[in-house]
T-cell receptor, first 114, second 117 residues
Framework: DAGVIQSPRHEVTEMGQEVTLRCKPI?????LFWYRQTMMRGLELLIY????????DSGMPEDRFSAKMPNASFSTLKIQPSEPRDSAVYFC????????????FGAGTRLSVL | DQQVKQNSPSLSVQEGRISILNCDYT??????FLWYKKYPAEGPTFLIS?????DKNEDGRFTVFLNKSAKHLSLHIVPSQPGDSAVYFC????????????????FGQGTILTVHP
């Protein structure tokens, strides 16, 4: 298996622009997680899905952030409009019921909002 | 409220010696603990875990110890190798509680381990 695939790897945008981050989980995994990593706050869980349904979005910082999972093999995290304080590395991870809490992470998307 | 804390931002160790990374937690409901390792420009990768019913788990050079009364866990790496240089994250999860807690990990801030040749 190719593992969790995230795109793009790097994104540079200007304040006010819309940003869309993409994630393809490991085939057969039924849990998908979006995290944000910053120096100040470390790794924060933003939202997670089970069987394509959002279960907990309490970590989503503001209404500017939204996430979707239209099918089992694809998810997006959208920021609109983007702000400089959104600059961070965003990770997607997936897991299965059998492996419980062992999550498999993608390589991340480094977002810079100028 | 930081429920999982790694108080040492960095640790430097000589090759061949023991590395000890520490983690404290505050939520007594946590029942499963994990360590992840992260290299630059990569995502975190699972290293080793321990259930709250155990106090030790070993996997090769890596051993995790859990002290529930102190709400403390540690990762021992013996012997340390230069390839172990990475950021190490401690993570914890809560008992299944009707579905909303499953698989939800709370991470510490991470400790940068540098192993010198």
């Amino acid at each position: 298996d190719a593992g969790v695939i995230q795109s793009p790897r790097h994104e540079v945008t200007e304040m006010g622009q819309e940003v869309t981050l993409r994630c393809k989980p490991i085939s057969g995994h039924d849990y998908l997680f979006w995290y944000r990593q910053t120096m100040m706050r470390g790794l924060e869980l933003l939202i997670y899905f089970n069987n394509n349904v959002p279960i907990d979005d309490s970590g989503m910082p503001e209404d500017r952030f939204s996430a979707k999972m239209p099918n089992a093999s694809f998810s997006t995290l959208k920021i609109q409009p983007s702000e400089p304080r959104d600059s961070a590395v965003y990770f997607c991870a997936s897991s299965s019921l059998q492996t419980r809490d062992i999550q498999y992470f993608g390589a991340g998307t480094r977002l810079s909002v100028l | 409220d930081q429920q999982v804390k790694q108080n040492s931002p960095s640790l430097s160790v000589q090759e061949g010696r023991i590395s000890i990374l520490n983690c404290d937690y505050t939520n007594s409901m946590f029942d499963y603990f994990l360590w992840y390792k992260k290299y630059p420009a990569e995502g975190p990768t699972f290293l080793i875990s321990i259930s709250s019913i155990k106090d030790k788990n070993e996997d090769g050079r890596f051993t995790v110890f859990l002290n529930k009364s102190a709400k403390h866990l540690s990762l021992h790496i013996v012997p340390s190798q230069p390839g172990d240089s990475a950021v190490y994250f401690c993570a914890a999860s809560v008992l299944w509680a009707g579905g909303t807690s499953y698989g939800k990990l709370t991470f510490g801030q991470g400790t940068i381990l540098t192993v010198h040749p």
